[in-house]
T-cell receptor, first 110, second 120 residues
Framework: QQKVQQSPESLIVPEGGMASLNCTFS?????YFWWYRQHSGEGPKALMSIFSNGDKKEGRFTAHLNKASLYVSLHIKDSQPSDSALYFCAVPQVVGQLTFGSGTRLQVYA | NAGVIQTPRHKVTGKGQEATLWCEPISGHSAVFWYRQTIVQGLEFLTYFRNQAPIDDSGMPKERFSAQMPNQSHSTLKIQSTQPQDSAVYLC??????????????????FGPGTRLTVL
């Protein structure tokens, strides 16, 4: 059964700083990966997906995937207070349901 | 587009009572998922419908939980004889049926705001 682990549990960065979130997964057959963000009182919202090894950049967000190392990460450049939220790594399973990591709580202070 | 709609946003029940949670997926989305979120367990999959048919309910507690999708515009999650350990935020998500690689399983899931269930 797929296990997805995230680190750190919480992260505090100054406005304008870089936030780095890490995720490891257990199933070597996994092909596709999502990062979701959840603000307080809302449902998770997809930030970006990645399926090829290497880096994928979307604005201030860069995802990195290394399937051989069972590792995916998210880097947020020029962090803003509005980026303060819970971040989840999620891996789709065979029939479509997502297996989520435990989340990283990011706080960006002005 | 209003997004995924979930009602009620908050529900308080007494132990042993029944709770019914409603979800209206995004129009045109043929896949509907239910998840549960707690501090201790995090986000857990419960059940999945595709084109209204139940596909996978492997995450559902078997005895008191049931889900239906009587038409393409809504799904319900019913919990009978609620227990304090059922207290959680119940999230509904919908997605298109296709994604990268032609498979259902990679499409972006759009989540509703959730229903916070509190069992006293």
């Amino acid at each position: 059964q797929q296990k997805v682990q995230q680190s750190p549990e919480s992260l505090i960065v100054p406005e304008g700083g870089m936030a780095s979130l890490n995720c490891t997964f257990s199933d070597r057959n996994s092909q596709y990966f999502w990062w979701y963000r959840q603000h307080s009182g809302e449902g998770p919202k997809a930030l970006m997906s990645i399926f090829s090894n290497g880096d994928k950049k979307e604005g201030r967000f860069t995802a990195h995937l290394n399937k051989a190392s069972l590792y995916v990460s998210l880097h947020i450049k020029d962090s803003q207070p509005s980026d303060s939220a819970l971040y989840f790594c999620a891996v789709p399973q065979v029939v479509g349901q997502l297996t989520f990591g435990s989340g990283t709580r990011l706080q960006v202070y002005a | 587009n209003a997004g995924v709609i979930q009602t009620p946003r908050h529900k308080v029940t007494g132990k042993g009572q029944e709770a019914t949670l409603w979800c209206e997926p995004i129009s045109g989305h043929s896949a509907v998922f239910w998840y549960r979120q707690t501090i201790v367990q995090g986000l857990e999959f419960l059940t999945y419908f595709r084109n209204q048919a139940p596909i996978d309910d492997s995450g559902m507690p078997k005895e008191r939980f049931s889900a239906q999708m009587p038409n393409q515009s809504h799904s319900t999650l019913k919990i009978q004889s609620t227990q304090p350990q059922d207290s959680a935020v119940y999230l509904c998500a919908s997605s298109l049926a296709s994604g990268t690689g032609g498979a259902y399983n990679y499409a972006e899931q759009f989540f509703g705001p959730g229903t916070r269930l509190t069992v006293l």
